[in-house]
């Protein structure tokens, strides 16, 4: 079951990135605040998924 966690935030970390990576772009169409804004939620979601596993594979 901890597994699906890491793996859910190895997901959310890669997603960060590529819409990090996507600021850096020019002329993306959605404006870079909201590259931005998701890519810090989906470093949050990553950040989650990885405490819930790590503490549930402490409990284990």
């Known amino acids: 079951m901890m597994t699906v966690f890491f793996t859910l935030s190895i997901l959310f970390f890669s997603a960060s990135l590529h819409f990090f990576i996507s600021i850096k772009k020019p002329g993306v169409?959605?404006?870079?605040?909201v590259l931005k804004r998701r890519s810090a939620a989906m470093a949050v979601g990553g950040v989650f998924f990885l405490i819930i596993g790590f503490v549930m594979s402490l409990t284990t």
Do not use: G
């Open 29 to 33: 169409y959605p404006p870079k605040f």
